[in-house]
């Protein structure tokens, strides 16, 4: 279906305040087309600009973003030190295009284990674009659900003591994600229909939409199909 036909058939009144996207599938990207895997990351960086354009014009509210995980940290050290660069790159290249486009950048997950450059740049485009209103661009860097959750609790006990009463809104207080709605979509590519340890606690309610799409390839149209399936779903919240 083409990007004319898909818009015509979304309701504008029913988009989705907020969308999460794990963005999978840079690597078999880039072995399909015989280049380092790097350049799958290049080439899913590229995505990003659309994708954030796109959602700022339907009215999405914020987007979430699964750039590095906590077990990201597992791989070599050669791509690590090629995705902390391709990140600095990134920052540094949309900056001028976030302010433009009145898009705020936000990131979560403990950026403390960043060599100090990357975490200096990434809180210096946060500050930068921290007026924005038009959509919230959420990072999330060194970011795993599980270990989100026992911050959470931690921090908890440490404010509280242990004879607190933990209700769900305490709790959600405490997340990386405090001032954020829950995600209404979460869209997986490249095939792999499993979560990943991301957004745990926040994804309870949230509709999944996994596509065979690999993330360098997932242009406007994929975007919008998703949206639109999201639409074609009734959202019942555990009632009748």
């Known amino acids: 279906m083409s990007i004319k036909e898909l818009l015509k058939k979304i309701d504008i009144e029913r988009i989705p305040k907020h969308v999460a996207i794990i963005m999978d599938g840079n690597g078999r990207w880039a072995k399909r087309h015989n280049l380092p895997r790097i350049a799958g990351h290049r080439e899913g960086a590229k995505r990003v600009r659309k994708i954030v354009e796109v959602s700022k014009n339907l009215g999405i509210k914020v987007l979430t973003l699964y750039a590095f995980s906590t077990e990201n940290w597992l791989r070599p050290k050669k791509e690590i030190k090629a995705l902390m660069h391709l990140l600095v790159i990134f920052l540094r290249k949309e900056l001028k295009s976030l302010k433009r486009d009145n898009v705020k950048l936000t990131y ?129 919240f555990g009632s009748v």
Not at 162 to 187: M, W
Not at 189 to 195: A, P
Not at 206 to 212: A, V
């Open 108 to 236: 979560c997950g403990n950026i403390k284990e960043f060599p100090k450059a990357i975490r200096e740049e990434i809180i210096k485009t946060a500050k930068a674009t921290i007026d924005n209103t038009a959509l919230i661009l959420n990072l999330a860097l060194n970011y795993g659900g599980r270990d989100e959750i026992i911050r959470a609790i931690n921090n908890i006990l440490n404010e509280h003591g242990k004879k607190t009463d933990i209700t769900p809104e305490i709790f959600s207080r405490y997340l990386y994600t405090a001032d954020l709605p829950d995600p209404d979509l979460l869209i997986r590519t490249s095939g792999e229909k499993r979560i990943s340890n991301f957004l745990l606690w926040q994804i309870a309610y949230t509709e999944l939409y996994f596509t065979p799409v690999l993330w360098p390839d997932f242009k406007e149209n994929d975007f919008l199909e998703a949206i639109l399936d999201y639409q074609n779903r009734e959202r019942r």
